[in-house]
C-alpha cells in the first residue's frame, strides 16, 4: 500500500470510529433519558399505589369521618348535611313540574309528567344551554337572570300544551349541586363553590331566593318547592325505580355521595323527628380526607396551584375536573426530567388543557400504534411526533391516575356501606364475623360520565368493589345508573313536597 493509500485508510478509520463513538454516545445518552422518564413512571406508580389493604383503611376513615361530621357541626371534613328529605319518591306522584340544575358547565331545565301509576316510565322534555364563562365568576343576579330567562324561553314554547290548569301554579324542583347548609327542603345557603365557579356574593346567602327574586323580575309564576343537590335527586329517582335504594354517588365533574340516615344517628341535631324515621344526609364527600389517601406531589401542586387549595382534596383525586390536569402535570415533569423530547411545547404548561375526556380517549385507545393517543399529543398539547414507547408510557400514565380514583371512590361507597351496616361486617362498630351476617340487598344509584361513560374506570371500580368487599358481599351490592336523576330526581321531589299535594310520597 502507498502512503498515500495508508494515510486514506487511516482517515476512513478514524471517521469510523468516531461516528461509532457519536451513536455510542447518542445511544447511552438515549438510555440515561428513558431510564429518566422510567424513573418518574416508577414513582407516580408507587405514589398511587391502592392496594386492598390500603382502601381498607380508607373505608374505615370514611366511616370514622361520617360518624364525626354526624356529630358535631364542623366535627369533620365531611359537612355531613341535611336535606330535609325524609320520604322518597315511590311512584305514586302525579302531575307536571319542573325542574333546574345546575352544577357545572351547562344547565339543564325540565318538564317532567308523572303519571301516577307505579311505572318505570317516565315522560319527560329536557332542554340543555352551556353557561357562558364569564357568568361562572360574576354575580349572583346576572348568573339567576339568565337562568331565568332560558326557564322563561323553555317554559313559553309550551304553547297551549301545558297539562296544569290555570289556577295552579308551577311548581319546580331546583337541583344546586354545591354545598348548602339546608334549613329546609326549598331553603338553604351557599357554604362555598366547588368545581371552578367563583361568585363571591352568593356565598352564605339563600339560593332558592336569589331563584325565586329572578324568576319574580321575569315575571315568571313558580315556586321553588325543593331545593336539592344532584345526588340526593339520583337517590330520588333510583329509589323511584327500585325502592332498595340507600345511597346514591356522583363521579363527574365533580364527585359526591348521600345516603338514608337514621335519624336518631344524627347527633348534631338532636330533637330533629321525621315520620319516617330516616333522613337522606348529603355527605359532600369531595371534602373527605384520611392520611391512608395515596397522595403525590402532583396531588399537592394540583391543590396548592387551585382557587379553593385545602379544600376538596377527595374530589381532586378522583373527579373528572381533575384527572387530565394530574396526567398532564405526570408528563411534563417527565418531559422536562428526561429531555427526551428536546425543548417543551408551552402548551404542556397550561392547567386544565388536557381534560378528562381527552385523557379517557388516550387511555382507552386500542389501535396497535396508539394513533389516537398520538393524535391528542400533536393536536391538544402540541408535542408531534412522539415515539411509539414514549406513547406507550403516556397510556399507563392515564391508566395509573384512573385506576386510583376509581379505587378511591370504590373505598368511599364501602365506607357508606359500613356506615349502614351494609358491608358484610356488622358495622362501624360490628365485630361480627362475614360470613355470619345476612346481607340485604343494597341498591347504589350512581350517576355521572366518568362511571357511565369510561369502562375502564368502571371496571376498575367494580374490582375494588370485590377486593374489598369479597365477592360473597358484592353479590350483593348492586350500582345502578340512574339517568338524568340529578334533573328527573328533583321534579320527583318538588312533586313529594307540592304544596297542592303534600300527602304523596310514603313513608319509608
Ligand atoms: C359539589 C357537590 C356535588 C358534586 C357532584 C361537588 O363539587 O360540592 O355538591 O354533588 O360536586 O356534582
Keep these: 500500500m502507498g502512503r498515500a493509500a495508508a494515510g486514506v485508510a487511516v482517515g476512513v478509520a478514524a471517521v469510523a470510529c468516531a461516528v461509532a463513538a457519536v ?13 429518566r422518564v422510567a424513573r418518574v413512571l416508577r414513582e407516580v406508580e408507587e405514589g398511587c399505589e391502592g392496594s386492598v389493604g390500603r382502601l381498607r383503611q380508607v373505608v374505615d376513615a370514611m366511616a370514622v369521618e361520617m360518624h364525626a361530621g354526624l356529630a358535631s357541626e364542623g366535627g369533620s371534613k365531611l359537612k355531613m348535611l341535611l336535606t330535609y328529605v325524609h320520604t322518597l319518591p315511590n311512584g305514586t306522584e302525579k302531575g307536571t313540574y319542573y325542574a333546574l340544575h345546575l352544577g357545572s358547565t351547562d344547565f339543564r331545565a325540565l318538564r317532567v309528567h308523572l303519571h301516577g301509576q307505579q311505572s318505570s316510565v317516565l315522560e319527560h322534555e329536557v332542554e340543555q344551554q352551556p353557561i357562558p364563562q364569564h357568568l361562572m365568576t360574576s354575580t349572583s343576579k346576572d348568573l339567576f337572570d339568565f337562568i331565568a330567562s332560558s326557564l322563561k324561553e323553555f317554559i313559553e314554547k ?11 301554579r308551577r311548581e319546580l ?36 331566593a336569589c331563584l325565586q327574586e329572578a324568576l319574580a323580575r321575569k315575571e315568571l309564576d313558580m315556586r321553588v318547592a325543593a ?25 363527574g365533574t365533580g364527585t359526591n355521595a348521600c345516603y338514608l340516615e337514621r335519624v336518631d344517628g344524627i347527633i348534631k341535631c338532636q330533637g330533629l323527628l321525621t315520620t319516617s324515621g330516616y333522613m337522606v344526609v348529603n355527605m359532600e364527600w369531595g371534602n373527605f380526607w384520611s392520611s391512608h389517601l395515596p397522595r403525590t406531589s402532583y396531588d399537592i401542586d394540583l391543590d396548592s396551584e387551585s382557587p379553593n387549595p385545602n379544600d376538596q382534596g377527595f374530589e381532586k383525586m378522583i373527579s373528572g375536573m381533575y384527572l387530565g390536569d394530574i396526567v398532564r402535570r405526570v408528563i411534563l415533569r417527565m418531559l422536562l426530567e428526561s429531555d427526551i423530547l428536546g425543548p417543551i411545547s408551552s402548551k404542556l404548561s397550561m392547567p386544565f388543557i388536557l381534560r378528562t375526556p381527552m385523557m379517557a380517549a388516550m387511555h382507552e385507545d386500542d389501535s396497535p400504534d396508539l394513533r389516537e393517543v398520538a393524535r391528542i399529543l400533536k393536536d391538544i398539547l402540541e408535542i408531534p411526533q412522539v415515539p411509539l414507547k414514549l406513547r406507550k408510557v403516556v397510556v399507563k400514565v392515564c391508566d395509573v391516575v384512573t385506576r386510583r380514583a376509581a379505587r378511591l371512590a370504590a373505598a368511599g361507597i364501602v365506607g357508606i356501606l359500613k356506615k349502614i351496616g351494609r358491608d358484610g361486617s356488622g358495622g362501624i362498630t360490628g365485630g ?26 368502571r371496571e376498575y371500580l367494580h ?22 336523576g340529578s334533573g328527573i330526581g328533583a321534579a320527583l321531589l318538588a312533586a313529594s313536597h307540592s304544596s297542592y299535594n303534600v300527602d304523596t310520597a310514603k313513608m319509608l
Design 23 to 35: 451513536a455510542v454516545g447518542r445511544r447511552i445518552r438515549s438510555r440515561g433519558k428513558w431510564k
Design 173 to 208: 324542583g331546583f337541583t344546586f349541586s354545591f354545598p348548602v347548609k339546608q334549613m329546609s327542603v326549598s331553603s338553604g345557603i351557599l357554604i362555598k363553590w366547588t368545581k371552578g365557579f367563583s361568585i363571591v356574593d352568593m356565598v352564605r346567602i339563600d339560593v332558592p
Design 432 to 457: 361480627g364475623r362475614r360470613s355470619d351476617v345476612k346481607m340485604k340487598r343494597t341498591v347504589v344509584a350512581v350517576e355521572g360520565g366518568l362511571y357511565s361513560g369510561y369502562t375502564l374506570f
Design 227 to 251: 331545593l336539592v343537590n344532584d345526588t340526593v335527586g339520583t337517590l330520588a329517582l333510583g329509589h323511584y325505580h327500585d325502592s332498595d335504594t340507600v345511597a346514591s354517588v356522583i363521579i
Design 463 to 484: 374490582e375494588a368493589l370485590n377486593e374489598i368487599l369479597g365477592e360473597d358481599i358484592a353479590k350483593h351490592v348492586i350500582l345502578k345508573v340512574t339517568e338524568d
Design 158 to 168: 309550551e304553547g297551549n300544551g301545558s297539562e296544569l290548569s290555570p289556577d295552579r
